[in-house]
């Protein structure tokens, strides 16, 4: 168990919804990364957080947006949903802005848009 | 560019033999490399991370090494099991700048009984 969890662990919606992704990070982790992973596809990186405040943005659509709360925990917006944008978002957590500390995963939330 | 290639894209062994993926890399500067197993439909586990002075890292069957002179890395799997068919992602850390980390696609491993 890497300590990151993530809600829902399933969603199907239609296009044209909004859905929210919720993450919980590690304890003590003031880091949490957003990526994507669509069918047989590598993890494409959306944005990262550090203690509240964007450190960086990596693919991310206009229709997408996320925040990091007080407590730590992330949410990911996804709105306009298209077909596309069904995969697998996985979130990260560590314990500094980067650099040589282990990243550990959650087990993602599947997303299906139909 | 900063780029991670992974090579073969995917691979077939038989229980209990030995195997080795490879990753190439062409992030500079960069400051560590690491190697994750993902089990489908699963996140990403670490298995390790190297900094650019490390030559190599073992974590149980799994033995990584790392030539930064000629920027490739590989990971060696000893003795595979049923329970080693996974994805392998090879990441390097970007460290001009803020650190940012470049995803390989991944080796895709299969093992057999």
């Known amino acids: 168990d890497s300590g990151v969890t993530q809600t829902p662990k399933h969603l199907i919606t239609a296009t044209g919804q909004r859905v929210t992704l919720r993450c919980s990070p590690r304890?003590?982790?003031?880091?949490v990364y957003w990526y994507q992973q669509s069918l047989d596809q590598g993890l494409q990186f959306l944005i990262q957080y550090y203690n509240g405040e964007e450190r960086a943005k990596g693919n991310i659509l206009e229709r997408f947006s996320a925040q990091q709360f007080p407590d730590l925990h992330s949410e990911l917006n996804l709105s306009s949903l298209e077909l596309g944008d069904s995969a697998l978002y996985f979130c990260?957590?560590?314990?500094?802005?980067?650099?040589?500390?282990?990243?550990?995963f959650g087990n993602g939330t599947r997303l299906t848009v139909t | 560019k900063n780029q991670v290639e992974q090579s073969p894209q995917s691979l077939i062994i038989l229980e209990g033999k030995n195997c080795t993926l490879q990753c190439n890399y062409t992030v500079s500067p960069f400051s560590n490399l690491r190697w994750y197993k993902q089990d489908t439909g699963r996140g990403p586990v670490s298995l390790t991370i190297?900094?650019?002075?490390?030559n190599t890292k073992s974590n149980g069957r799994y033995t990584a090494t790392l030539d930064a002179d000629t920027k490739q890395s590989s990971l060696h799997i000893t003795a595979s099991q049923l329970s080693d068919s996974a994805s392998y992602i090879c990441v390097v850390t970007f460290s001009g700048g803020y650190n940012k980390l470049i995803f390989g696609a991944g080796t895709r491993l299969a093992v057999h009984p």
């Open positions: 990260a957590s560590t314990v500094g802005g980067g650099g040589n500390s282990p990243l550990h």
């Open positions: 190297m900094t650019f002075s490390e």
């Open positions: 304890s003590g982790d003031l880091s």
